[in-house]
């Protein structure tokens, strides 16, 4: 099962039943934006409980084309890694 915005958006409205759905949609809204803002300006995330989200930056690196074989220089980038919480990685192990 993929956990899509809209199944967030009905969950939250189906747990605390005092919102609206507008209002659990705007929740959804904000939270999701908080991580992004935070995620862009280069910020970890920590979820107690869940897990930790990291910016880091890769170098240049030496790459190839697979299709014709060419080296090529891949570009400077960064990429957001994810560590689960030791707590997540139990109940997943069982």
Do not use: C, W
């Amino acid at each position: 099962m993929t956990l899509t915005k809209a199944n967030l958006v009905q969950e939250v409205y189906q747990q605390h039943p005092g919102l609206t759905k507008a209002q659990a949609t705007d929740s959804v809204e904000t939270f999701i934006t908080l991580v992004k803002e935070s995620l862009i300006t280069g910020e970890d995330l920590l979820l107690s409980g869940f897990g930790k989200f990291n910016v880091k930056d890769k170098r240049p690196r030496r790459g190839r084309n697979p299709q014709t074989g060419d080296e090529l220089i891949l570009d400077a980038r960064r990429v957001i890694t994810f560590k689960p919480s030791g707590i997540l990685r139990n109940k997943i192990n069982g």
